[in-house]
């Protein structure tokens, strides 16, 4: 069975940082990412991360504050976060999937874990 689980969430002053943890299991991605939702808002893309950690893209709002990374020996990925702002207060959701860097198809997804920012 194919499961991703988030861990690493919790609350942090702002311009504090966080790190998150998403276990893999029952198959390896060739793509995985992660998402978010804030309160109000439509889920969107973070950040993505390809096979061998070559290829990352991050959306614009975390650029240079959001850092992805992953294990493959341990089927995990990570993101770790600086400089949090109140504005990344939200779900977030670890995705796994496949593609090309043209088109990143997410199949498979966690059962998210919170964040909260403090001001």
């Known amino acids: 069975q194919v499961q991703l689980v988030e861990s690493g969430g919790g609350l942090v002053q702002a311009g504090g940082s966080l790190r998150l943890s998403c276990a893999a299991s029952?198959?390896?991605?060739?793509?995985m990412g992660w998402f978010r939702q804030a309160p109000g808002k439509e889920r969107e893309f973070v950040a993505g991360i390809s096979w061998t950690g070559a290829r990352t893209s991050y959306a614009e709002s975390v650029k240079g504050r959001f850092t992805i990374s992953r294990d493959n020996a341990k089927n995990t990925i990570g993101m770790q976060m600086n400089s949090l702002k109140f504005e990344g207060t939200a779900v977030y959701y670890c995705?796994?999937?496949?593609?090309?860097?043209?088109?990143?198809?997410?199949?498979?997804w966690g059962q998210g874990t919170q964040v909260t920012v403090s001001s």
């Open positions: 029952g198959r390896t991605f060739s793509r």
């Open positions: 995705a796994g999937g496949s593609g090309a860097d043209t088109r990143v198809q997410y199949d498979y």
